[in-house]
């Protein structure tokens, strides 16, 4: 017939997690480890010495042994100041390693989170994958440091009592210990359940660092739409449900307490009754009585500490659980075994019969087309129709589903990640900088730039004007996210950086978009300027970049409807100029975006 496994107080599915956090992050520092594997032994070895202490004291009284109750006093000094200098080191030697150890694996996970490739990261919201290094490594954290410094000082305390009990009445502490087997497997089923509450709660403030990220970015909208009762109630409905999760594992972690309180009142009932009986029957001394009743207690606080822990050791489980998922996902988008560095020598891109999926979803369907090496080549489309998806592949953000993306004839998937993405400069419609100057920002494009190379970059993207007007010229910082400037003056800066890095294969996704009317002739200029020569995929709008284009291809649903020359097209008299009728009647200079189903 077969049994069941036994139950313990930490469950089989967490060995794996412990075992793997030994292993990687705690085994390196197997020294430091040892030195506080010392301090823990001299502090259980100090804390088994109170009942002998005890012990002797009662027998010397009742012996009438003056010189020994004299020594009393001493040795209970010199024992605690011995345990409060080793508490001091393993302290401090604990903060050590467990800050040490935190920072290595938050750098490794930021290391596999930058790794990643687009699609794997668009899967959560920034603040969810943040939450991570914050909630999730404080749990991780708290259970480091208990494992470093309860764990270790009471479970050894807790064994080096019990020998001293086993010293002083095997058969009283038997009787004693009867208890723990009873204990075991409620204090494992609180565990589980810990466990499934805290992943639970992680997962939902993950929700909801994503939510006050997104209301408190789009609060100049929500202000101009009304919407602050809505935003307020939303976030009630997700305080709530955290509150309701975190009261679950405030009430299940309650329950170890009395589970722990009351079995340690039958252990000690049980002791008392049995030997007092044989204090009695003058089979035992009060010094015996004594220092055994003192050892239990010490057992039993270092016993219920231990229990207490592995509700800790489960909360961190959970977090671990969080943390090693996102480690061990590996980029899909890697080098081929053999790929070689990319050598451009025109730059023409040939897509053929290209398509790609977002999940069940086709964005592309079968794409045929040459991109001249050279020439700029304009993409228009509704919203949806692909232009985004299609030049993310060029620079393998995202990896064609089926068919092939060649530069030069030479298939993408061949050549070196860092050779391809070396060749290729982006500036999207969205400027992103970082948190920097705007030196730094620029010089992003070429970390060996001198100062002369980045202010020509500057003047050439007509950003060095405005530069020089900030306070600090190029050493002003930017700002979270460029905050500190304006949507027009990120955008030139993101040019300047895409014209210092000097690449052979351009893309532009509506680079110009947030730009006003002088700003954007002054950066025409130095488009053209930037793309003579180049190989250019250019995303826009507006009708003056797109007549600059040697070639416009119109996409609609992930396919391509028609391309050739603007005037061509007009000629044509297909969707293009239908869309050039509609939507350049009103000034002839911008465009608005494409609406395929009006067209």
Same mark, same amino acid.
């Given at each position: 017939?077969?049994?069941?496994?036994?139950?313990?107080?930490?469950?089989?599915?967490?060995?794996?997690?412990?075992?793997?956090?030994?292993?990687?992050?705690?085994?390196?520092?197997?020294?430091?480890?040892?030195?506080?594997?010392?301090?823990?032994?001299?502090?259980?070895?100090?804390?088994?010495?109170?009942?002998?202490?005890?012990?002797?004291?009662?027998?010397?009284?009742?012996?009438?042994?003056?010189?020994?109750?004299?020594?009393?006093?001493?040795?209970?000094?010199?024992?605690?100041?011995?345990?409060?200098?080793?508490?001091?080191? *393993?302290?401090? @030697?604990?903060?050590?390693? +467990?800050?040490?150890?935190? /920072?290595?694996?938050? &750098? $490794?996970?930021?290391?596999? #989170?930058?790794?990643?490739?687009?699609?794997?990261?668009?899967?959560?919201?920034?603040?969810?994958?943040?939450?991570?290094?914050?909630?999730?490594?404080?749990?991780?954290?708290?259970?480091?440091?208990?494992?470093?410094?309860?764990?270790?000082?009471?479970?050894?305390?807790?064994?080096?009592?019990?020998?001293?009990?086993?010293?002083?009445?095997?058969?009283?502490?038997?009787?004693?210990?009867?208890?723990?087997?009873?204990?075991?497997?409620?204090?494992?089923?609180?565990?589980?359940?810990?466990?499934?509450?805290?992943?639970?709660?992680?997962? *939902?403030?993950? @929700?909801?660092?994503?939510? +006050?990220?997104?209301?408190? /970015?789009?609060?100049? &909208? $929500?202000?101009?739409?009304? #919407?602050?009762?809505?935003?307020?109630?939303?976030?009630?409905?997700?305080?709530?449900?955290?509150?309701?999760?975190?009261?679950?594992?405030?009430?299940?972690?309650?329950?170890?307490?009395?589970?722990?309180?009351?079995?340690?009142?039958?252990?000690?009932?049980?002791?008392?009754?049995?030997?007092?009986?044989?204090?009695?029957?003058?089979?035992?001394?009060?010094?015996?009585?004594?220092?055994?009743?003192?050892?239990?207690?010490?057992?039993?606080?270092?016993?219920?500490?231990?229990?207490?822990?592995?509700?800790?050791?489960?909360?961190?489980?959970?977090?671990?659980?969080?943390?090693?998922? +996102?480690?061990?996902?590996?980029?899909?988008?890697?080098?081929?075994?053999?790929?070689?560095?990319?050598?451009?020598?025109?730059?023409?891109?040939?897509?053929?019969?290209?398509?790609?999926?977002?999940?069940?979803?086709?964005?592309?369907?079968?794409?045929?087309?040459?991109?001249?090496?050279?020439?700029?080549?304009?993409?228009?489309?509704?919203?949806?129709?692909?232009?985004?998806?299609?030049?993310?592949?060029?620079?393998?953000?995202?990896?064609?589903?089926?068919?092939?993306?060649?530069?030069?004839?030479?298939?993408?998937?061949?050549?070196?990640?860092?050779?391809?993405?070396?060749?290729?400069?982006?500036?999207?419609?969205?400027?992103?900088?970082?948190?920097?100057?705007?030196?730094?920002?620029?010089?992003?494009?070429?970390?060996?730039?001198?100062?002369?190379?980045?202010?020509?970059?500057?003047?050439?993207?007509?950003?060095?004007?405005?530069?020089?007007?900030?306070?600090?010229?190029?050493?002003?910082?930017?700002?979270?996210?460029?905050?500190?400037?304006?949507?027009?003056?990120?955008?030139?800066?993101?040019?300047?950086?895409?014209?210092?890095?000097?690449?052979?294969?351009?893309?532009?996704?509506?680079?110009?978009?947030?730009?006003?009317?002088?700003?954007?002739?002054?950066?025409?200029?130095?488009?053209?300027?930037?793309?003579?020569?180049?190989?250019?995929?250019?995303?826009?709008?507006?009708?003056?970049?797109?007549?600059?284009?040697?070639?416009?291809?119109?996409?609609?649903?992930?396919?391509?409807?028609?391309?050739?020359?603007?005037?061509?097209?007009?000629?044509?008299?297909?969707?293009?100029?239908?869309?050039?009728?509609?939507?350049?009647?009103?000034?002839?200079?911008?465009?608005?975006?494409?609406?395929?189903?009006?067209?």
């Amino acid at each position: 017939m077969a049994t069941k496994p036994a139950r313990t107080l930490v469950s089989h599915d967490t060995l794996p997690y412990v075992r793997r956090l030994w292993a990687e992050w705690m085994r390196p520092h197997w020294r430091q480890l040892a030195l506080i594997l010392v301090t823990v032994i001299i502090l259980a070895g100090a804390s088994s010495l109170y009942p002998v202490v005890i012990k002797k004291a009662f027998d010397a009284f009742d012996q009438q042994n003056k010189r020994f109750v004299q020594l009393v006093p001493f040795v209970v000094i010199l024992v605690t100041a011995v345990k409060g200098f080793a508490m001091l080191a *393993q302290s401090i @030697l604990t903060n050590r390693i +467990v800050t040490r150890i935190e /920072a290595d694996m938050q &750098t $490794a996970l930021y290391a596999s #989170l930058i790794d990643s490739d687009v699609a794997q990261l668009g899967r959560e919201t920034p603040a969810a994958l943040t939450q991570r290094f914050t909630t999730d490594f404080a749990f991780i954290r708290e259970a480091l440091t208990r494992l470093s410094t309860v764990f270790l000082r009471d479970l050894a305390t807790a064994i080096a009592v019990v020998g001293v009990m086993f010293w002083i009445d095997w058969e009283v502490t038997l009787i004693a210990l009867v208890v723990l087997p009873l204990l075991a497997p409620a204090i494992a089923r609180i565990g589980k359940k810990l466990r499934r509450t805290a992943l639970s709660t992680q997962e *939902q403030t993950a @929700l909801m660092a994503g939510m +006050v990220s997104e209301s408190l /970015a789009s609060i100049r &909208t $929500a202000k101009t739409y009304g #919407l602050e009762g809505y935003l307020k109630q939303r976030a009630g409905a997700f305080f709530e449900q955290i509150r309701r999760l975190k009261m679950k594992s405030a009430n299940q972690r309650s329950r170890l307490d009395p589970i722990l309180e009351i079995g340690g009142g039958f252990a000690v009932a049980g002791v008392l009754v049995f030997i007092g009986w044989r204090i009695i029957k003058g089979q035992t001394t009060i010094g015996d009585f004594t220092g055994f009743i003192t050892a239990l207690l010490l057992a039993a606080q270092s016993l219920r500490t231990l229990g207490n822990l592995n509700a800790i050791l489960q909360e961190a489980v959970a977090s671990l659980s969080r943390v090693f998922a +996102v480690m061990d996902e590996r980029p899909t988008i890697q080098d081929r075994p053999g790929a070689q560095p990319l050598a451009v020598a025109g730059g023409a891109i040939t897509f053929e019969n290209v398509s790609f999926r977002y999940d069940d979803q086709v964005a592309l369907h079968g794409i045929d087309l040459v991109v001249p090496a050279g020439k700029m080549t304009a993409l228009v489309g509704r919203s949806g129709s692909g232009k985004s998806t299609l030049v993310s592949l060029v620079p393998r953000l995202f990896e064609a589903t089926d068919g092939a993306v060649r530069i030069d004839g030479v298939d993408v998937r061949d050549v070196t990640l860092a050779s391809l993405r070396a060749k290729v400069a982006v500036v999207t419609q969205e400027a992103v900088l970082f948190d920097d100057t705007v030196r730094a920002n620029i010089a992003f494009g070429r970390p060996d730039a001198t100062q002369d190379e980045i202010e020509a970059a500057a003047r050439a993207a007509a950003a060095h004007d405005f530069i020089m007007g900030l306070p600090d010229g190029y050493d002003s910082p930017v700002g979270d996210r460029g905050s500190r400037l304006s949507g027009g003056e990120r955008q030139r800066i993101a040019l300047a950086r895409a014209l210092l890095k000097d690449a052979p294969i351009l893309v532009l996704d509506e680079a110009t978009s947030a730009l006003d009317a002088e700003s954007e002739r002054a950066v025409q200029d130095a488009l053209a300027v930037l793309t003579k020569g180049r190989t250019s995929l250019v995303i826009a709008h507006r009708l003056s970049t797109i007549r600059m284009a040697d070639m416009i291809v119109v996409l609609d649903r992930g396919r391509v409807a028609e391309s050739g020359s603007h005037d061509a097209l007009l000629a044509r008299g297909g969707i293009y100029a239908k869309l050039h009728r509609l939507q350049a009647g009103a000034d002839g200079l911008e465009m608005a975006e494409f609406d395929l189903t009006r067209a």
